[in-house]
Structures are given as structure tokens and as C-alpha cells.
């Protein structure tokens, strides 16, 4: 199972950034995908955005889209989810998750233990 720890959240003004880091171990990750979802107060867990290890294809949610970007760095295992032109609605825990692809389908392996953005108006 990969290991996960997110860094990188905090209290920003609205249209400021933050970039948040995926520090991934515990296994080679050319057969994974990861992502990063949010979780508001009171709302359900959302996709946020994905990027596939072994190709880098990226995958975002209509609400992020041209505002975020997620990247990573394969000498150091890392996953970034670069937030610019932040909005309050932005504000939630951020969780950082890893899928393996099986041969037929991508299952959950891990998640990340969380991290909170909060953007005030």
C-alpha cells in the first residue's frame, strides 16, 4: 500500500495561491493514478483533479479548471495541486489519494490524512 502525506495548506485571501504537495512511498507508481479531492463543511467529498503517474495526462474538475493545476515530480515521489485565483468556495480539507490500475479497472489504495484550505473573502 503508498503511503501518502499532504503539505501545504492554510489561510489565504481570496484570488491569492497555495500549492499543496503529495508525498507519496511504499511502492513504484507507474501503475497509479492520483488525485486530489475536497471536502467542504457539511457537503460531500469532491473530485478535484487527477494525473495519471505513468503518462501525466491530467484530469480536472469544471469548477478548478484554469485556476488549478496538478503536477508531479518523479525523482522525488511528489504530487502538487498548484491553486491560483483562489475563491472562498475553495475553502475545505484537501485529501490526496492513490488508485492502482489492476489490468481491468483503477481501485482506491490510500488516502491522504488531509489538509485545510481556507480562503476568506
Known amino acids: 500500500q503508498v503511503q501518502l502525506v499532504e503539505s501545504g495548506g492554510g489561510l489565504v485571501q481570496a484570488g491569492g495561491s497555495l500549492r499543496l504537495s503529495c508525498a507519496a512511498s511504499g511502492r513504484t507508481f507507474s501503475s497509479y493514478r492520483m488525485g486530489w479531492l475536497r471536502q467542504a463543511p457539511g457537503k460531500e467529498r469532491e473530485f478535484v483533479a487527477r494525473?495519471?503517474?505513468?503518462?501525466?495526462?491530467?484530469y480536472y474538475a469544471d469548477s478548478v479548471k484554469g485556476r488549478f493545476t496538478i503536477s508531479r515530480d518523479n525523482a522525488k515521489n511528489t504530487v502538487y495541486l498548484q491553486m491560483n485565483s483562489l475563491k472562498p468556495e475553495d475553502t475545505a480539507v484537501y485529501y490526496c489519494?492513490?488508485?492502482?490500475?489492476?489490468?481491468?479497472?483503477?481501485?482506491?489504495?490510500?488516502w491522504g490524512q488531509g489538509t485545510q484550505v481556507t480562503v476568506s473573502s
Open positions: 489519494n492513490a488508485e492502482r490500475w489492476s489490468g481491468s479497472r483503477w481501485s482506491a489504495d490510500s
Open positions: 494525473i495519471v503517474w505513468s503518462s501525466g495526462s491530467t
